[in-house]
Structures are given as structure tokens and as C-alpha cells.
């Protein structure tokens, strides 16, 4: 007889096969088992063929992974600890010392300041283009030019480029784009289909998406994910994120798993929130500009129409508002704290809203034309009811401005 320890550790008991639930199982691993050790030997661990080692994938993360694939129309994915290491996995991957990436402007700011730190360190140069004039774009791609970044619409200013041209201008030049589609979330509209009915579709070449936002939907889980539809592409990120020895935890993923079924009615309604929200700031004499795609003043808004047209569903839950410049930076922190229900806070995506004040000047090269000057405020409408909101906004207002 074995000691107590030991069968504890090795008992014979293994439940029946065949168990059914509404949520696949979560299968926890660093060591998976292997049956003999030429199996070990001649198992790959590229593909889902088979296990390796937990950081290769377990059950979890590949029906994880395959789920997002379907989510935004790609064949391939990798799972990162959070949306920030996924974007730089992919610089990481595609860029060498010699070699530049151009990055949108209004990009999510770690994303610039990645390039400005890090690649810049490596010997790797970068440029920052207008996202609203493709011709800037165009001028800008030179014969280092390795990566292009795309952002639709673009972080905190919200403003939506012409996608298709930027996807178009970096296609003829023969140099791959990828898209932070933390925004559009696989909802708003196709990354690997971005003008349906083209017999060759048009395409980014990865979709990196913030899996912290919507599909989690908690305010609770950090993780990012890389999806491509190229074989090569897939495998040249997949080995740099095996030598980086990223990967995520068993529980987050099950999260993630649990909150996709819900994540197309939950932004819908937060789209809805943010739309109303909107739209009531427009009658605010405070504010010079409100900015939020769906509004027919907001920059880019045609490009938005056009991509993603004018239905519930497809424009997100931010919306940002600049104050009248005559309003200081510390009444728009008073107006900040006086939100009862809109919490301070990064990210979004949560049941919660949230607010965050910017200093815009900080954050670009030139103050774009198309914006009003004054300080920036930029809010995520969560799950609670639009009538509750739009009259937290309103003390706010009156408390702060008074
Ligand atoms: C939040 C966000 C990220 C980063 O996600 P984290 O999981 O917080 O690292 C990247 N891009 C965009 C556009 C985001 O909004």
C-alpha cells in the first residue's frame, strides 16, 4: 500500500468523459503529461494539435482564442497578459534595429510612448502621421517603413479616419498594418472585411484587441489578444511570444469566456448610453465640442457612417467633450469630482462610467485643427440608466460651474 501522501497526489479515480455545461471547463497547467517521452520529444507546440506546456495553450486558452478568431473574422490568435503587451508583442515581432513604424497621432498613448522608449533604445525609428489625411500618411511611409498602426476611431479624441484609404495606402506600398481594434471590438465593424463584397477582401493584416474593455466587460481582467489570417504572419508573432514567455492565467481566460456570449447586447447598450449622453451635451453652452463618431460635427464622422454604419451596435460607449477655453483645468477637476455615479478612472468597458480629464497639449505633437482648444474630458458610459447619468452630469455642471 502506497503512503497517504502519495496516493493523494496519484489516485486511480478519473471522472466519466462526456461532462455538458454552458461554460467549458478551466484546465489549469504549467506541466502537462506526456505518455512516453518519444511523444514528448515529437509533440508540436505551434499549433492546436496537441499540449505541451501551459504556456502553449490548454484547453482554455485555445477555445478562448478560436472564440475571438470568430469574433473578429481572423484564423489565428495569441493571448497576452494585457492589451498594452499585445501591441508591443507585435512591434516586437515585426521590427528589427534599421527599420520604422509609423503610429497614428491620436494612437493609445503607451503605444507612442513604446516606440519613443523601447524601439527607439533598439534602434528602431518611429513616425507619428495625421490619421485624417491619408496623404500624410502616404508621405510618410519610406523604405524602412515595417509596420503601420491604425486606429479607428482614435484614443480619447475619438475622431475616425477613412480606414479603407490608410489600409489601401499601406497595401500599395507593400507594408503590413495593425489595427488596435480595442474600440471597435469585433462589433463595429469587419477588421479582415472592411468593404464587404470586394472578391479580394480588404484587409488589416493583425487586429490587436484590449480583451480588458468589452470582452471581459468587469473592469476586472487584464489581457490582450494578436489576430491574423496568415499562416506566416501567425507564426512569426506566435515564436516571439514564446521567447517573451507571455501568457495568461486560466482564470482570466475563463472570465473572458463567461462574458462573450453578453458582449454584443452589452455594447449595444453602452453604445446607446453613450449616444444620448452625447448628444444631450451638445445643448451645453459649456462645452466647445463634443466628440463621439455617430455625431454628424464630430471629426470623421462619414468615415464612421460608411464603415460602420448608422445602426445601435456600432460605435462603442466613449464619447469625449472639450470645455469652453475659458473654463480653467481646475473647474474640470472640480466637475470630475463632483460626478456622483461616473467614477475617476482608467480604461472602460466595465458596468461602471467613468471619467477621465486629459491634457490634450501633453499628448500631440500640434493641436489638431479639427478641435476646439480647452481642456478635455472623456467619459465611458457603463450599464447603469441613461436617465441616472445624464442628471449626474447635470449636477456636476451646476456644482462646478457655479
Ligand atoms: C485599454 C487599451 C489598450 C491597453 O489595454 P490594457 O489591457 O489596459 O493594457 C490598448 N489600446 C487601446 C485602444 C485601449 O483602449
Redesign the pocket.
Known sequence: MRDQSTQLIHHAYTPPEGFSAPQPGVFKASTVFFPSAAAMRSREWKDKSAYTYGLHGTPTTYTLEERLCALEGGLQCVLAP??????TLVAMALLAAGDEVLIPDN??A??KAFAQGELKAWGISHCFYDPMRASDLADKIGAQTRLVWL?AAG?VTLEFPDLCELVRTCRSAGVPTAL?N??GAGLAFAPFDLAPGLAEPLAVDIS?H????YPSGGGDV???SVITRDPALHLKIKLTHMRLGLGVGANDAEAVLRALPSMALRYQAHDRRARTLAQWCLSQDVFAQVLHPALSASPGHAHWAALCGSDLGGAAGLFSVIFRPDVDPQRVDAFCDALKLFKIG???GGPISLVVPYDLASMRGTWPEHLARGTLVRFSAGLEAVSDLQADIAQALRHAMA
Open positions: 494585457s492589451g498594452l503587451s499585445a501591441v494612437a493609445y503607451p503605444n486606429e484614443s488596435d480595442t474600440w490587436v484590449a480583451l480588458t474593455k487584464l489581457m490582450g482608467y480604461s472602460w
